[in-house]
C-alpha cells in the first residue's frame, strides 16, 4: 500500500488553479489539449475510484476518453473533490487486495493502486508543465511509479498520446525526470515545445 492523498492534492491543487485561458494549451500529452487532459483526470478518478471499492459499475466501465475537452461547470471543485475520494478510497487495505478492474481492464487490486497514482502523478507533472509551473513529488511516490513503469513493456507505438514510446534520459538524472521520460515524455518539455 502507498497513500495517494499527497499526489491527489498536488494534482487538485494544480487543476483549481487553471484558469480559462489556458483551457487551450499543449500539454506534453502529443495532440492534447490542457482542458481535454483534465476531462480524462476525472474520468480516471472515478474508474479508479470502483477500482478501489470493486464497485459492480466497474465491470461496464471504459478507459477515460480523450475525445472531449468539455468541461462540466463546476469542474474546479467537482474534479477536486473526486480526487480526494480517489484517495481515500486507497486508503483502505481491501482496495490492494483480490482482483478489480479499471479503464476496461482486469487486473489486480495491488497493480490497480500502483496504476492509479502513477496516473495521478504524471498527469500532474502534465498539468504543470502545461501551465508552466513547478511539480516535485516525494521519493516514496516516485519510486513506487518508476518500479511500476519499469516492469511494464516498452511500447514502440505512441498509445493514445498519453503514454507513448519511451524518451532517454540519463541513468544519473533525478528519479521524476526518468520516470517523467520513461512514460514517453521530455521532461524538459515546455509549453512552447509542440502545439496539441
Known amino acids: 500500500m502507498i497513500d495517494l492523498t499527497r499526489a491527489a492534492r498536488r494534482t487538485a491543487d494544480l487543476i483549481a488553479a487553471v484558469p480559462d485561458e489556458r483551457l487551450d494549451a499543449p500539454t506534453p500529452c502529443e495532440k492534447t489539449s490542457l482542458a481535454q487532459l483534465i476531462v480524462h483526470v476525472e474520468g480516471l478518478s472515478q474508474a479508479f475510484v470502483w477500482a478501489a471499492r470493486k464497485d459492480p459499475a466497474i465491470h461496464e466501465d471504459a478507459a477515460p476518453s480523450l475525445e472531449s475537452a468539455e468541461l462540466e461547470p463546476g469542474w474546479r471543485e467537482r474534479i477536486p473533490e473526486r480526487l480526494a475520494e480517489l484517495a481515500e478510497a486507497w ?41 508552466d509551473r513547478p511539480y516535485d513529488v516525494t521519493r516514496e511516490e516516485a519510486e513506487a511509479c518508476m518500479a511500476f513503469v519499469s516492469e511494464t513493456p516498452e511500447d514502440p507505438e505512441p498509445d493514445n498520446g498519453l503514454f507513448g514510446p519511451p524518451v532517454r534520459v540519463p541513468d544519473e538524472a533525478p528519479i521524476l525526470d526518468r520516470l517523467i521520460g520513461r512514460t514517453g515524455r521530455d521532461p524538459f518539455w515546455t509549453p512552447g515545445s509542440r502545439t496539441p
Open 91 to 131: 486508503r483502505d487495505p481491501a482496495a490492494w487486495e483480490g482482483m478489480t478492474r479499471a479503464g476496461g481492464v482486469d487486473l489486480p487490486g495491488e497493480v490497480a493502486g500502483l496504476v492509479a497514482l502513477d496516473e495521478v502523478v504524471v498527469h500532474g507533472w502534465d498539468i504543470a508543465r502545461a501551465l
